[in-house]
């Protein structure tokens, strides 16, 4: 089975998720390392309308943004097949208005340009791998910025299928353009996740560890010493009604989590240095917790998603805001390739993601109905029994 997802943003105020995760460099004075750390609800429409979390319940090739344990984490008899994801989105980002793209209390600044996510994951028996890739280019005046966050990652299923683990590579590179003069900036980091589940009450764990990136200059005329990524643990639970021994009369999932972003020595915040202005940053650690839910209020049809998370003050002055989530999901219609590549039912889905100056909507995407995950992962092929 192949995952497809897309969306559309239009007349957006900020950007979204991991993309805001790699958000960095600009012109900078001093020999500044810019720290890139933002804890927004991860691009995916699924995340986004339940406030960012679901740790615990994400699999396949969307999967991969949360944790390297997506692509072997899934059901026991998909293990007899072989089986594929992948995602695909492009969005519109940018500003027709000032915003607080970092939340540092300051005005920000109009930016327009697209983000591509994509990714694939697939598994044989018990293994799994995948790599994503979300790709951003924004300009302003005569600066560009493109910014490419790379994941790479291998898993594996325990023989009781309630367990999965993954490592994975990261990798960050940065261009920065100034009246076209282009500076590049790369850095690498590791990551490991697991997974696991209760065969019978409907609970899921996770937990990742991520390490510090540090993207060092390769080739720049900007006076900046790198850009950095803190080290990260994220931890989460979730409940599936279908997989517990009493299910609600309408099918729900409920999932918390909890993000922690570590600091960044001598780390300055951004939208300040457009401006030459030095603002500190991570100093310390910052908590980003996050809770959501699902309801499928009319079986096998229609689902309504619901959230909210914190997104720390990582800037000094600013303070944490609140976030409030909101989405859906719709099957549309059935669909049927040949050769056994799609045999699914297609879904439209929407989401929006809404702050103290901060505004984050998508009403187009495309995805696959699944049950009881994030990022819904299937079996295709032939059997490998």
């Given at each position: 089975?192949l995952?497809?997802?897309?969306?559309?943003?239009?007349?957006?105020?900020?950007?979204?998720?991991?993309?805001?995760?790699?958000?960095?460099?600009?012109?900078?004075?001093?020999?500044?390392?810019?720290?890139?750390?933002?804890?927004?609800?991860?691009?995916?429409?699924e995340?986004?309308?339940?406030?960012?979390?679901?740790?615990?319940?994400?699999?396949?090739?969307?999967?991969?943004?949360?944790?390297?344990?997506?692509?072997?984490?899934?059901?026991?008899?998909?293990?007899?097949?072989?089986?594929?994801?992948?995602?695909?989105?492009?969005?519109?980002?940018?500003a027709?208005?000032?915003?607080?793209?970092?939340?540092?209390?300051?005005?920000?600044?109009?930016?327009?340009?697209?983000?591509?996510?994509?990714?694939?994951?697939?598994?044989?028996?018990?293994?799994?791998?995948?790599?994503?890739?979300?790709?951003?280019?924004?300009?302003?005046?005569?600066?560009?910025?493109?910014?490419?966050?790379?994941?790479?990652?291998?898993?594996?299923l325990?023989?009781?299928?309630?367990?999965?683990?993954?490592?994975?590579?990261?990798?960050?590179?940065v261009?920065?353009?100034?009246?076209?003069?282009?500076?590049?900036?790369?850095?690498?980091?590791?990551?490991?996740?697991?997974?696991?589940?209760?065969?019978?009450?409907?609970?899921?764990?996770?937990?990742?560890?991520?390490?510090?990136?540090?993207?060092?200059v390769?080739?720049?005329?900007?006076?900046?010493?790198?850009?950095?990524?803190p080290?990260?643990?994220?931890?989460?639970?979730?409940?599936?009604?279908?997989?517990?021994?009493?299910?609600?009369?309408?099918?729900?999932?409920?999932?918390?989590?909890?993000?922690?972003?570590?600091?960044?020595?001598?780390?300055?915040?951004?939208?300040?240095?457009?401006?030459?202005?030095?603002?500190?940053?991570?100093?310390?650690?910052?908590?980003?917790?996050?809770?959501?839910?699902?309801?499928?209020?009319?079986?096998?049809?229609?689902?309504?998603?619901?959230?909210?998370?914190?997104?720390?003050?990582?800037?000094?002055?600013?303070?944490?805001?609140?976030?409030?989530?909101?989405?859906?999901?719709?099957?549309?219609?059935?669909?049927?390739?040949?050769?056994?590549?799609?045999?699914?039912?297609?879904?439209?889905?929407?989401?929006?993601?809404?702050?103290?100056?901060?505004?984050?909507?998508?009403w187009?995407?495309?995805?696959?109905?699944?049950?009881?995950?994030?990022?819904?992962?299937?079996?295709?092929?032939?059997?490998?029994?």
């Amino acid at each position: 089975m192949l995952e497809a997802c897309g969306a559309t943003m239009g007349r957006q105020k900020c950007y979204n998720v991991s993309v805001l995760w790699t958000l960095m460099c600009a012109p900078a004075a001093g020999g500044e390392t810019v720290d890139a750390s933002l804890p927004i609800a991860l691009p995916i429409t699924e995340a986004v309308g339940m406030g960012g979390a679901g740790l615990a319940l994400a699999r396949g090739a969307t999967g991969l943004l949360y944790h390297p344990a997506s692509a072997a984490w899934r059901r026991e008899e998909d293990t007899k097949h072989i089986g594929l994801s992948t995602a695909l989105s492009l969005m519109r980002v940018g500003a027709d208005e000032p915003v607080d793209l970092s939340n540092t209390a300051i005005d920000g600044a109009q930016w327009a340009g697209w983000l591509l996510g994509t990714g694939a994951s697939g598994f044989v028996g018990r293994s799994g791998g995948g790599a994503s890739v979300s790709a951003l280019q924004y300009a302003r005046d005569d600066t560009r910025i493109r910014i490419g966050d790379g994941h790479v990652a291998l898993s594996r299923l325990s023989v009781n299928h309630h367990v999965a683990g993954g490592l994975g590579l990261r990798m960050l590179l940065v261009e920065v353009n100034v009246d076209g003069t282009s500076s590049w900036f790369q850095g690498f980091g590791a990551e490991a996740g697991a997974v696991m589940s209760d065969a019978s009450g409907g609970w899921n764990l996770g937990g990742v560890i991520r390490s510090p990136v540090r993207a060092a200059v390769r080739e720049s005329s900007l006076d900046i010493d790198a850009v950095a990524l803190p080290w990260q643990v994220s931890m989460g639970g979730a409940w599936v009604s279908r997989a517990a021994n009493r299910s609600t009369r309408l099918p729900v999932r409920l999932a918390v989590d909890l993000v922690v972003d570590g600091p960044v020595s001598d780390g300055v915040t951004l939208e300040p240095l457009l401006h030459d202005e030095v603002v500190p940053r991570g100093g310390g650690l910052s908590y980003s917790p996050r809770i959501g839910g699902e309801l499928e209020v009319l079986p096998e049809r229609l689902r309504l998603r619901g959230g909210s998370y914190i997104e720390p003050a990582r800037s000094v002055d600013a303070a944490p805001r609140i976030h409030g989530t909101a989405g859906f999901e719709v099957k549309l219609f059935h669909l049927k390739l040949p050769w056994g590549l799609l045999d699914n039912d297609l879904t439209w889905e929407g989401s929006v993601d809404i702050a103290d100056r901060y505004t984050n909507a998508s009403w187009i995407g495309i995805g696959l109905w699944h049950r009881g995950v994030v990022g819904g992962q299937g079996a295709i092929g032939p059997s490998v029994e």
